[in-house]
């Protein structure tokens, strides 16, 4: 009995000792759930924009996958550039940034993220349950911004933009991203007057210099131009797509036309072009100009054939020509004019496809006279080439 009354006695005193006598912890609060901030912000100049590129965030801060983001919250926060120190003055130092950037800065945006759509179940008709629902696409998780300066109250300063996510389940915002400051330049307004024409071997692109900064400052920042292109598809009911474009050019040209021998006819495509502020990247590029539509068709016809020669004999005269490089050539149409005829008259019921013909529709001691014309895929024909006349003889030459 007093083995049993002591051992009670010490473990009582244990419970009241210290916390590394068996005693567990205060019981922890559960993790809260709040997205991952943003870590990829990214920020250019395009003209009078400022361009903010960035990846969403796909997960919690605890590890756990982030399914959808609801808003993603655009702040800026401009940082006046000290005052210009008089001559023999020390240049003043900015001062350092105090304080939250929620209270520094002002929130631009609030983007709303479309959510996505229930994903569908799917029944067998064998099977009394419902098939497991089929889960939609995940979108991919890059975004973007626009901000446009005033052109009267952009210079001497920096700006510095951070952003939040907020997820769709909880509603909780994350942390703010770092801080990317950015200082503008005074970039070249957009290149105007774009026009196009479409030639045989080329569709010509031509527009006009600016003469001013996107500020109204002169001059213009411009050490070339770049030329942007999208397309759509062959039927001419097609709309231009709003996809991407694609940069023709490797490096800015100088001049104010661009021939593009990258086409195809009857494809639709659109050109824009940016006034480039450098050589090399990043090109400091202008705004995007006015775009110019062009649905090219093929009215151009090939080149006539050349080098035409003829073989006589007893009943036959064979017609030899160079080939021609037109790429959409069909074929070739053969002409033959007798003596004292006024017009040609066209021998081949279609194009023929080798740069040779031989016509044994001739009578002895007949003069005939021939010309070869090109014929394209679109039916389009070349003038006649030069003639070549013969005589078919009835005996030996």
Not at 90 to 106: H, M
Not at 135 to 164: M, V
Not at 215 to 221: I, T, V
Not at 266 to 288: I, N, Q, T
């Amino acid at each position: 009995m007093k083995r049993k009354a002591r051992f009670t006695a010490a473990a009582l005193a244990c419970l009241l000792a210290a916390p590394g006598c068996g005693k567990k912890g205060g019981i922890q609060a559960p993790l809260t759930l709040v997205p991952q901030k943003v870590e990829t912000l990214k920020v250019s100049q395009r003209g009078g924009l400022i361009l903010l590129e960035w990846t969403n965030p796909t997960a919690y801060i605890d590890g756990r996958a982030l399914d959808e983001i609801s808003e993603i919250e655009i702040w800026l926060e401009e940082r006046p550039d000290p005052a210009v120190p008089g001559p023999g003055a020390k240049p003043q130092v900015p001062p350092p940034t105090k304080g939250d950037f929620a209270a520094r800065a002002k929130r631009l945006a609030v983007l709303e993220v479309a959510p996505k759509p229930a994903p569908k179940s799917v029944r067998n008709p064998k099977d009394k349950k419902p098939a497991a629902a089929s889960a939609a696409p995940k979108p991919p998780p890059n975004a973007a911004y626009t901000y446009r300066l005033n052109p009267a109250q952009w210079a001497r300063r920096t700006f510095a933009f951070a952003l939040r996510v907020r997820d769709t389940k909880k509603k909780r915002l994350s942390d703010f991203s770092s801080e990317v400051a950015f200082k503008p330049k005074a970039l070249a307004a957009p290149p105007t007057e774009i026009r196009a024409k479409a030639f045989a071997d080329r569709i010509e692109v031509r527009w006009t210099a600016p003469s001013k900064n996107f500020d109204g400052s002169a001059p213009a920042l411009v050490k070339g131009y770049n030329i942007y292109r999208s397309e759509a598809a062959a039927s001419p009911d097609a709309t231009l797509p709003a996809g991407r474009p694609r940069r023709l050019n490797t490096a800015p040209i100088a001049d104010v036309v661009h021939a593009d021998k990258e086409f195809s006819f009857g494809l639709a495509y659109r050109y824009f072009v940016r006034a480039a502020g450098a050589a090399a990247e990043p090109f400091l590029e202008s705004e995007d100009s006015d775009a110019v539509e062009i649905r090219p068709q093929d009215i151009f016809p090939p080149a006539a054939p050349d080098a035409l020669s003829a073989v006589v004999g007893p009943d036959f005269v064979t017609l030899i020509w160079d080939a021609a490089a037109d790429k959409d050539l069909a074929g070739y149409n053969v002409w033959r004019k007798a003596a004292g005829a006024a017009n040609y008259v066209r021998l081949t019921a279609a194009p023929v496809p080798e740069p040779t013909y031989t016509d044994r529709a001739v009578e002895k001691s007949g003069t005939y006279e021939y010309a070869i014309t090109s014929v394209d895929r679109t039916g389009n024909e070349s003038p006649k080439s030069a003639s070549v006349s013969v005589m078919v003889r009835t005996g030996p030459r």
